[in-house]
């Protein structure tokens, strides 16, 4: 087994355990659709473009309790340190991270996406199907940033409020294309229409995920 | 005489304004131990983490395996095992998960069998498949120790091997140290107090001042284990 | 950098920005559209250019801290930083005080304004991230990646969201953002702006970046003073 599978398999075997991240982040997800079903009146909390905004913001705030805590499993008896001692490239612990992050992003907006389409007053044909990938990208991309930079928050003192300081400014792009993205995806509109902002978004995801793993050797471990 | 496993330049480090190591020097060649002794604080942590490649030093270098510490190569890091104050563990996963998981990061060749062999030389056998979070620190303590060994290391960096260890444990580690030694393993351990271990012949050190003098001439035991006071007995 | 370099430099950008100021205030000549508040555009691009090539500053030093090591490095680059943050801030507030009479809102996010707030975020994280991480040993090197993985960032800001404003666009999305420079006296005022909000940027960075290099040698000398007394004892 390589070392990325063995620790992408430790990570999903600790989160099957536990389960507590995911069921935060499901949690965290349900209460921003319902926030935002309550803070919007019905008359404009219906439709696939009020929905994908609600689910984009799901998605930002699921992802960045789910990228901190990605890292933070490490710092129990401080296993961070036996990673860095081990032959493993700093680079696969990144994509290490960064995989087992968008698993658990993608379990929370599956259930998220499930809830936005009942709450939005969608129609389930497809559209589920459609987000799919978009969300995927979306999620990649989210992981690929919050990974790297939580491992810089994480350092200091109320750094949970860095981390998103940090990650929602370098998000937007992603942010504007995956939820105009979406909203094709959950209106019957064509996929074509979206072309555009697919390729932002995909643009987006390997620009960062490239990025970071060559930076993230400079931000993890050294003391 | 072969090149040393660890050689150490004048090597310092501080913490910002903290100066902790100042111009350590030390040599430790294949088959031998060494004990680093001080108190809280001294510098014994910092020491192995720099060996370990964890830590970069402020001035000076440190040299392991020939390569500078700093930028270990895989190869390198794979034949490093060490024992920290905090165990490494995954309390969620059981011990054999742990040894296993490990194991496959250290490339070894069939990781279950030999997390499943190192499971009984430190006497958990009956403990592989429970979870570590159940463990006694005793018994963390000698996981921690088959994890360290299990890749078959060439350096073996100890941080207060035996800590929080019975008579039993204390027994088992010895015996873990002597078959490493006799392997051709270097080992660097820190210690509170002056050290024995029976049957192996150490090179004490004493932190003072961020230097590390050799053979010092007697220190306190702060804090004497049961079996640790008995082990009085001079250096074969 | 010797401070009489860096006294000339400034006595040139006085001169030049003075120079400049004279330009747009009495000679170049009025706007047909937007009438004299369209002066503002003298200064509001050269800002957007110093705030944009700043950043770039802060990545390219970036990479160099990380690839070659160095304070020097890293003291370019919050010293870019800093100031940069300074012409960001300036932008916005030319932008603002621009839309305002034009388009009759405080505030619109046509592409422009939208990217340079979106700047001003990156800026102020990159800075808050400093502030907060100052007494790790790293900071440098998280400063030198956020840095790098920004300034990556803008160009598919740019793209997105001009792509959004063309699609959906907001308030008024008349381009007449001032492109439509009639009189050549304009493009003379507007090349002598830059050069002058240019010069005044590398006055700014060359002073600041000297504060920055003693600090960095008080406190290489702070630290051999620490390991000094250490090495004595502490008596």
């Known amino acids: 087994m390589s070392a990325f599978a063995a620790i992408l398999s430790k990570d999903l075997r600790l989160e099957l355990r536990s389960g507590v991240s995911t069921i935060a982040m499901v949690a965290l997800a349900m209460l ?5 079903v309550f803070a919007l009146n019905p008359g404009v909390a219906r439709g696939p473009e009020a929905a994908a905004g609600a689910l984009w913001i799901a998605l930002v705030f699921a992802g960045m309790l789910g990228a901190s805590r990605a890292l933070m499993a ?56 459609r987000l799919a990938p978009i969300l995927i990208l979306g999620v990649i991309g989210f992981a690929a940033l919050a990974t790297l930079l939580a491992a810089i928050s994480g350092r200091a003192r109320g750094g949970e409020l860095l981390l998103p300081l940090l990650v929602v400014p370098m998000f937007v792009p992603a942010l504007i294309a995956g939820v105009r993205a979406s909203t094709a995806a959950l209106s019957a509109a064509p996929m074509a229409t979206a072309r555009d902002w697919i390729g932002i978004l995909v643009a987006f995801d390997v620009l960062f995920v490239t990025a970071g793993y060559l930076l993230f050797e400079h931000v993890i471990g050294q003391e | 005489m072969a090149a040393p496993i660890v050689e150490t330049h004048a090597l310092g480090k501080s913490f910002g304004l903290v100066p902790v190591l100042l111009e350590a020097n030390l040599r430790v060649a294949s088959g031998r131990a ?10 014994k942590s910092t020491l192995l983490a720099i060996l370990a490649g964890l830590s970069a030093p402020s001035t000076g270098y440190a040299l392991v395996f020939g390569q500078d510490s700093r930028r270990l190569d895989p190869d390198g890091r794979r034949r490093i095992g060490m024992l920290s104050h905090r165990s490494f563990l995954y309390p969620n996963l059981t ?17 279950r069998g030999a997390a499943h062999s190192w499971l009984r030389r430190v006497g958990l056998a009956n403990f592989g498949g429970e979870r570590v979070r159940m463990f006694s620190r005793g018994m963390e303590q000698r996981l921690a120790a088959a994890r360290a060994m299990i890749a078959e290391p060439t350096l073996l960096i100890l941080d207060e091997p035996f800590a929080a260890l019975d008579s039993d444990g204390v027994a088992i580690m010895t015996d873990l140290i002597r078959t490493e030694l006799a392997r051709g393993c270097a080992v660097v351990a820190s210690a509170h107090a002056r050290l024995a271990i029976e049957g192996v012949e150490l090179e004490q050190y004493e932190i003072s001042r961020g230097r590390l003098i050799p053979h010092p001439e007697t220190v306190e035991a702060p804090r004497a284990g049961r079996l640790r006071s008995l082990l009085g007995r001079p250096n074969q | 950098m010797g401070r009489k370099l860096n006294n ?10 003075v120079v400049a100021l004279w330009m747009i205030f009495a000679w170049v000549p009025t706007e047909a559209e937007q009438g004299i508040v369209q002066r503002i555009f003298y200064f509001h691009v050269p800002c957007a250019w110093v705030a944009f090539a700043a950043f770039a500053i802060v990545a390219v030093a970036g990479v160099f801290y990380l ?97 959004w404003r063309t699609i959906h666009p907001a308030v008024l999305v008349t381009r007449q953002g001032g492109h439509g420079l009639q009189d050549p006296r304009m493009v003379v005022t507007l090349l002598v702006s830059i050069t002058a909000f240019t010069l005044m940027f590398a006055w700014l960075l060359m002073l600041r970046l000297a504060i920055l290099r003693t600090r960095t040698r008080l406190d290489e000398i702070a630290r051999a003073i620490a390991i000094a007394e250490f090495r004595a004892g502490r008596a």
């Open chain 1, 32 to 36: 921003v659709l319902v926030v935002l």
């Open chain 1, 74 to 129: 490490e710092s129990e008896n401080e296993c961070i340190r036996a990673l860095l001692i081990s032959p493993v490239d700093r680079a696969t612990l990144y994509a290490a991270k960064l995989a087992a992050s968008a698993i658990f992003m993608l379990v929370a907006l599956g259930a998220g996406a499930i809830l936005t389409v009942l709450f939005f007053n969608l129609e389930f044909s497809g559209a589920l199907v």
């Open chain 2, 34 to 43: 060494a004990v680093i002794i001080g108190g809280n604080g001294a510098g």
């Open chain 2, 95 to 111: 011990a054999a998960e742990n040894l296993e998981f490990y194991a496959t990061l250290y490339r070894i060749e069939n990781p």
């Open chain 3, 8 to 17: 000339v430099l400034g006595a040139v950008t006085l001169a030049l920005m």
């Open chain 3, 67 to 163: 690839w070659l090591g160095g304070q020097i490095w890293d003291d370019l680059g919050y010293a870019a930083a800093e100031i940069g943050m300074l012409f960001c801030t300036l932008m916005l507030l030319t932008g603002s005080l621009w839309a305002k009479p034009i388009w009759g809102t405080w505030w619109t996010w046509d592409s422009r304004l939208t990217t340079s707030f979106v700047l001003w975020l990156l800026y102020g994280g990159y800075l808050l991230m400093r502030a907060m991480l100052e007494e790790s040993g790293q900071v440098a090197r998280f400063a030198a990646v956020v840095g790098i993985v920004a300034a990556l960032d803008v160009p598919v800001v740019i793209v997105s969201v001009r792509l």
